[in-house]
C-alpha cells in the first residue's frame, strides 16, 4: 500500500468514529428525552513555521479534535462540548447538556431544520489533497522564500518574516432526523514580508500564495520575489490629493466590500436589526450588470459542500444579480426569526463568485485617468447599522490612467449604499486564493483626505 492509499484508508476511518461518536452523542441525547438533538464532531492538525532573518522562530504541530452538541427539549436548546471522544466522556457532555437545557429560556425559532431540507447527496468536490511535507523541509521553504526576497534588491533592509503551513481537517454533522454528513479538505500557504529602506522612511509589504493542494503553490522564491517588488514600490510615499475621486480596489482589498455586504445581509445581523440592509431584499444595490453568484458545489472550490451546519442542502444560486438582491443569507435560526426558509447558509456562504464587467488591472488604471489604487486597509471604520465607511488606506496615487506614485496615511469614505451602486467596473484579475474570488473593484466616487489639502 502507498502512501496515499495508506492516507485514504486512515481519513475515512477517522471519518468513521467521527460519525459513530456523533451518532452516539444524539442516541444518547434522546434517550435522555431530548425532543431533538445534533452533535458536530472535527479533526483537524496542521503544520506551521515561522523564519525571520535567516533564523527558524517557530515550529508549530497543531492538532485539535473534539464535539459538541447541541439538544432540543422542546423550544428550550442547550449546547455542551467536550475534546475527550471516549464514549463515557461522551455520554457525560449529553448530560451536561440536557440538565442546562431545562433552565433556558423557550425560543420558538430553536430546533433542528426540517427534515426535507436535509442534503440527499454525498459529492467528492476535490477539496482533500495532504501535503506530506515535514517541518524541515517546510523550514527549508519559508527560508528560501525570504532569502528571495531579501536577495532581490539592497534596498531590502529587513524582514518580518516568512511561514509555511499546512492544515487538514475532517468534519461530520448528525442529527436525530437520521441525517450523517461528512466533510475534509486540506490548505496550504506560503508567505512573506519584507521591509524596505530605513528609519522612518521604512515601508513593509508582503506577498502568499494559497491553495487546497500544495502543486498549485507558487514556487517559495516566487513569492519572495513578489514580495520584494511590493515593498520597493512602497518606498518614498507621498500625501494624496484631498477631494473627491475614484477608486480602484485591488482583489485582495475589494473582497472586503464584499464581506461587508454578506455581513449586512446576514439573518443575525438583519433579526436583530444591526444592518443598513434590513428590508433590501428585492432591492437594487449596485449596477444592473452587478452579479454575485453563491456556487457552493465548485469542484475544488475553497468552501464547497452538500450542506451548511444545520445539514440543509446547498444549491447554486445568485446573490445578487441585475444589481439586485435576490436574497439573505440565512441559517435555520435566523430564517425562522425572519419568517423566512434557511437559504443553506447556517456557518456562512460557500464559494462567491463576483463576475467581471471589465478587462485587468491595467485597463481599469487606464479608464479611471486619476484616481486612488488601495492596495491595503486599515482601521475598522465601518459601521454596518448605518452603512458609513472611513478606513485608513495606502496604495498609489493614478495621473494619466498610469501610476504616478505610492501614497499612504490616508483616509477613504464614502457610504456602502452609495459605493455599491457606485461599482463601475469588475476586472477580470480575479483572485483565486480565498472563497470570494474577485477581481480589481472601482468605484466611481469616494471622499479621500489625504492630508496636504489640495
Known amino acids: 500500500m502507498n502512501d496515499a492509499q495508506d492516507n485514504a484508508v486512515t481519513t475515512d476511518a477517522t471519518l468513521d ?89 423557550p425560543d420558538t425559532a430553536n430546533g433542528l431544520a426540517d427534515e426535507a431540507r436535509m442534503a440527499r447527496e454525498s459529492r467528492d468536490f476535490d477539496q482533500w489533497h495532504p501535503w506530506a511535507i515535514e517541518a524541515d523541509a517546510a523550514v527549508a521553504l519559508a527560508l528560501e522564500a525570504e532569502a528571495a526576497g531579501r536577495s532581490f534588491d539592497p ?124 428590508g433590501a431584499q428585492g432591492q437594487r444595490l449596485f449596477p444592473e450588470w452587478f452579479r454575485i453568484v453563491e456556487r457552493p458545489h465548485l469542484v475544488g472550490g475553497w468552501r464547497s459542500g452538500d450542506f451548511d451546519a444545520d445539514g440543509v442542502a446547498t444549491c447554486e444560486s445568485p446573490l445578487v444579480d441585475g444589481g439586485v438582491l435576490q436574497r439573505y443569507v440565512l441559517g435555520t435560526y435566523s430564517a425562522r426569526r425572519l419568517g423566512l426558509e434557511s437559504t443553506g447558509n447556517a456557518g456562512g456562504v460557500h464559494n462567491l463568485e463576483v463576475a467581471a464587467n471589465a478587462e485587468g488591472f491595467d485597463a481599469m488604471l487606464k479608464g479611471m485617468r486619476r484616481g486612488l489604487v488601495v492596495t491595503e486597509l486599515m482601521g475598522q471604520g465601518v459601521n454596518t447599522v448605518t452603512g458609513d465607511y472611513s478606513r485608513g488606506a495606502a496604495g498609489f496615487w493614478v495621473e494619466d490612467g498610469a501610476i504616478a506614485y505610492p501614497v499612504d496615511e490616508l483616509t477613504i469614505a464614502s457610504n456602502l449604499r452609495d459605493m455599491f451602486l457606485g461599482i463601475e467596473a469588475v476586472g477580470a484579475d480575479i483572485d483565486r486564493r480565498s472563497a470570494t474570488a474577485i477581481g480589481s473593484l472601482l468605484v466611481g466616487k469616494m471622499t479621500v483626505a489625504g492630508g496636504d489639502g489640495g
Not at 84 to 100: F, N, Q, Y
Not at 210 to 231: I, N, P, Q, W, Y
Request: aromatic residues 6%.
Open 17 to 105: 468514529r467521527l460519525a459513530e461518536l456523533s451518532a452516539l452523542a444524539v442516541a444518547e441525547a434522546r434517550r435522555l428525552g431530548a425532543s431533538q438533538a445534533e452533535a458536530s464532531a472535527n479533526d483537524e492538525r496542521g503544520l506551521n513555521v515561522n523564519v525571520r532573518m535567516g533564523e527558524v522562530e517557530s515550529v508549530e504541530r497543531t492538532r485539535d479534535r473534539g464535539i459538541a452538541v447541541t439538544v432540543y427539549f422542546g423550544q428550550r436548546k442547550a449546547n455542551a462540548s467536550t475534546a475527550d471522544l471516549k464514549p463515557e466522556s461522551l455520554k457525560r457532555t449529553v448530560e451536561m447538556a440536557c440538565a442546562i437545557a431545562k433552565h433556558t429560556e
Open 155 to 278: 534596498r531590502i533592509s529587513n524582514s518580518e518574516g516568512a511561514s509555511v503551513s499546512t492544515n487538514e481537517g475532517l468534519s461530520v454533522y448528525a442529527n436525530s432526523h437520521g441525517f450523517v454528513g461528512r466533510e475534509k479538505s486540506t490548505s496550504h500557504s506560503i508567505s512573506a514580508s519584507l521591509i524596505a529602506g530605513a528609519g522612518e522612511a521604512m515601508q513593509g509589504q508582503y506577498w502568499y500564495t494559497a491553495a487546497l493542494r500544495a502543486d498549485a503553490l507558487e514556487s517559495a522564491a516566487e513569492v519572495g520575489r513578489k514580495a520584494a517588488e511590493r515593498t520597493l514600490a512602497r518606498l518614498d510615499p507621498r500625501s494624496a490629493p484631498t477631494g473627491e475621486f475614484p477608486v480602484l480596489f485591488v482583489p485582495e482589498v475589494a473582497r472586503s466590500l464584499i464581506a461587508h455586504l454578506v455581513g449586512a445581509v446576514s439573518g443575525g445581523a438583519l433579526y436583530r436589526k444591526a444592518s443598513f440592509l434590513v
